[in-house]
């Protein structure tokens, strides 16, 4: 090894030790560098710089003061470089800037900060973690961590931009890393507790104190050529022991205006179905499935707002159909209306009743035609009677037929109404004619009106005697009062009342 070299102050038994001062000469223009080198190492490593305080055995251990002098009256203050060395055969150095461990207080402070300036913009603080340029190699990264602690609170970690009293106050980005295949993800963690509540996820927009308030985007990017967007999902974690956390959407209060309005929409669609929009509620294994209530605002100044479910318009196809489905099970849900004060339900659509009972009055009503069918019965009650309304009524079932068609004696109308005509067409005078009407609308109870129609013999007049009902049919028993024979058939018209 080469010879040692040392250049030592002073030592004292009873004050200070002595300074040691390296000073490079003054210039008339430029003054002189001071440089410390390690020593080359030709076939091994170079030489270490090492520069300590001194050590306080009973007190504080000496500061390090590592700075460039104050600027003259027209130029800069001098640059500060801290960097290691190139490496053309592996890794280059590492840099560690740490302060060191405390056992009876708190570890040191680090603090980066630019200087301050009055004229144009303030400097810069940059961090960045080292490229690669070697295959399956990843980019160096970036860890900003606040110290842990086992007996208290972990420390905080604040990422601020710059407040301003004369303009905008300073953006703050969070962009991950732009990628050949993936871009990089951009994660937000609350911490997680062990024993205790798990921290949150705090974003809010910036107060305005004489303005709007800042807006809040979280939207997805634009897909590219042959993808499609990103999803969003807003949701609760899953809990084992209690009720999973709740999630709510709303628009803030206004004192002077109206409340924002909130709007949930897909996106259009050139190439497909327009997109979906579905709400479910929970299902449970041990208790009544979620509930969904839609509820619009209560006005006491005003009217109250309404509720509308529009189905979708298709100008060249069929429109929407708009569904009210309520619940299968051992027994099928209901539609239920309930009385706008009371909450009382006055009205039940369900699979087998359509009962408005609990109103004292129901109008229906149309502009046009107003049709009720039914399949099989359609029933009629009322306990003070029904009235028509002082209206025409029309289309009654009616039916057709004449005596001995088929069978002398009998023909067969299965109507409420109709027409009979009859058998012999030269009634003797004083003769009776008897005939068997079978229509499976009469029973034994019915009330059959009968009346003579269309009689085109002038001669002969009639008595309908007896006209007696039973199960299925009816008999009619006509007497000709005239002195003359019928020339003609004659028309009896029936109606029956059950």
Same mark, same amino acid.
């Given at each position: 090894?080469?010879?040692?070299?040392?250049?030592?102050?002073?030592?004292?038994?009873?004050?200070?030790?002595?300074?040691?001062?390296?000073?490079?000469?003054?210039?008339?223009?430029t003054?002189?560098?001071?440089?410390?080198?390690?020593?080359?190492?030709?076939s091994?490593?170079? =030489?270490?710089?090492?520069?300590?305080?001194?050590?306080?055995?009973?007190?504080?251990?000496?500061?390090?003061?590592?700075?460039?002098?104050?600027?003259?009256?027209?130029?800069?203050?001098?640059?500060?470089?801290?960097?290691?060395?190139?490496?053309?055969?592996?890794?280059?150095?590492?840099?560690?800037? #740490?302060?060191?461990?405390?056992?009876g207080?708190?570890?040191?402070?680090?603090?980066?900060?630019v200087?301050?300036?009055?004229?144009?913009?303030?400097?810069?603080?940059?961090?960045?973690?080292?490229?690669? #340029?070697?295959?399956?190699?990843?980019?160096?990264?970036? #860890?900003?961590?606040?110290?842990?602690?086992?007996?208290?609170?972990?420390?905080?970690?604040?990422?601020?931009?710059?407040?301003?009293?004369?303009?905008?106050?300073?953006?703050?980005t969070?962009n991950?890393?732009?990628?050949?295949?993936?871009?990089g993800?951009?994660?937000?963690?609350?911490?997680?507790?062990?024993?205790?509540?798990?921290?949150?996820?705090?974003?809010?927009?910036?107060?305005?104190?004489?303005?709007?308030?800042?807006?809040?985007?979280?939207?997805?990017?634009?897909?590219?050529?042959s993808?499609?967007?990103?999803?969003?999902?807003?949701?609760?974690?899953?809990?084992?022991?209690?009720?999973?956390?709740?999630?709510?959407?709303?628009?803030?209060?206004?004192?002077?205006?109206?409340?924002?309005?909130?709007?949930?929409?897909?996106?259009?669609?050139?190439?497909?179905?327009?997109?979906?929009?579905?709400?479910?509620?929970?299902?449970?294994?041990?208790?009544?499935? =979620?509930?969904?209530?839609v509820?619009?605002?209560?006005?006491?100044?005003?009217?109250?707002?309404?509720?509308?479910?529009?189905?979708?318009?298709?100008?060249?196809?069929?429109?929407?159909?708009?569904?009210?489905?309520?619940?299968?099970g051992?027994?099928?849900?209901?539609?239920?209306?309930?009385?706008?004060?009371?909450?009382?339900?006055?009205?039940?659509?369900?699979?087998?009743?359509?009962?408005?009972?609990?109103?004292?009055?129901?109008?229906?009503?149309?502009?046009?035609?107003?049709?009720?069918?039914?399949?099989?019965?359609?029933?009629? #009650?009322?306990?003070?009677?029904?009235?028509?309304?002082?209206?025409?009524?029309?289309?009654?079932?009616?039916?057709f037929?004449?005596?001995?068609?088929?069978?002398? =004696?009998?023909?067969?109308?299965?109507?409420?109404?109709?027409?009979?005509?009859?058998?012999?067409?030269?009634?003797?005078?004083?003769?009776?004619?008897?005939?068997?009407?079978?229509?499976?609308?009469?029973?034994?109870?019915?009330?059959?009106?009968?009346?003579?129609?269309?009689?085109?013999?002038?001669?002969?007049?009639?008595?309908?005697?007896?006209?007696?009902?039973?199960?299925?049919q009816?008999?009619?028993?006509?007497?000709?009062?005239?002195e003359?024979?019928?020339?003609?058939?004659?028309?009896?018209?029936?109606?029956?009342?059950?």
């Amino acid at each position: 090894a080469g010879g040692d070299a040392s250049l030592t102050a002073g030592s004292s038994t009873g004050g200070s030790g002595g300074d040691l001062t390296l000073n490079a000469g003054a210039g008339d223009t430029t003054g002189g560098d001071v440089t410390v080198n390690g020593g080359t190492g030709s076939s091994s490593l170079g =030489g270490s710089v090492t520069m300590s305080s001194g050590v306080g055995n009973a007190d504080d251990s000496g500061l390090m003061n590592l700075n460039t002098a104050n600027a003259g009256s027209t130029g800069v203050s001098g640059g500060m470089t801290l960097s290691t060395g190139y490496a053309t055969g592996g890794s280059s150095g590492t840099m560690g800037l #740490s302060t060191g461990s405390a056992v009876g207080g708190t570890g040191g402070a680090i603090t980066v900060a630019v200087g301050s300036g009055n004229t144009g913009v303030g400097g810069a603080v940059t961090v960045t973690a080292g490229s690669t #340029s070697g295959t399956g190699g990843d980019g160096g990264q970036v #860890s900003l961590t606040a110290g842990s602690t086992a007996a208290a609170a972990g420390g905080d970690a604040s990422l601020t931009a710059g407040s301003s009293t004369g303009g905008s106050g300073g953006d703050l980005t969070l962009n991950a890393g732009a990628g050949d295949t993936t871009g990089g993800d951009v994660t937000v963690n609350g911490g997680t507790g062990s024993s205790s509540l798990g921290g949150s996820v705090t974003m809010s927009s910036g107060v305005g104190s004489a303005d709007d308030s800042g807006l809040m985007n979280l939207n997805t990017a634009n897909a590219g050529l042959s993808g499609v967007s990103g999803a969003m999902t807003l949701s609760t974690g899953i809990s084992s022991m209690g009720t999973s956390g709740a999630l709510s959407l709303s628009t803030g209060s206004s004192s002077s205006g109206s409340s924002g309005v909130m709007s949930l929409g897909t996106g259009a669609s050139s190439g497909g179905n327009g997109g979906d929009i579905e709400f479910a509620t929970g299902s449970s294994s041990s208790g009544a499935g =979620g509930a969904v209530s839609v509820n619009v605002g209560v006005s006491s100044s005003s009217n109250g707002a309404s509720i509308r479910l529009n189905a979708g318009d298709a100008p060249s196809g069929i429109g929407g159909n708009l569904y009210f489905k309520p619940g299968d099970g051992s027994s099928s849900g209901s539609n239920l209306f309930a009385n706008a004060a009371t909450s009382f339900n006055y009205g039940v659509i369900s699979e087998s009743t359509f009962d408005f009972s609990g109103l004292s009055t129901i109008f229906l009503s149309s502009s046009g035609t107003l049709q009720l069918s039914a399949a099989s019965t359609m029933t009629l #009650s009322a306990v003070n009677g029904i009235s028509m309304g002082n209206s025409y009524v029309y289309d009654f079932e009616s039916g057709f037929g004449t005596v001995g068609s088929d069978v002398s =004696g009998q023909v067969t109308i299965n109507s409420m109404a109709g027409v009979i005509t009859s058998e012999t067409s030269s009634l003797l005078s004083g003769a009776t004619e008897f005939m068997v009407i079978f229509n499976n609308r009469v029973s034994a109870s019915s009330i059959v009106m009968i009346s003579v129609g269309e009689n085109s013999s002038s001669d002969c007049y009639f008595v309908l005697r007896n006209v007696t009902p039973a199960a299925g049919q009816f008999t009619v028993e006509a007497k000709n009062m005239s002195e003359f024979a019928c020339a003609s058939n004659y028309k009896l018209n029936f109606f029956v009342i059950n």
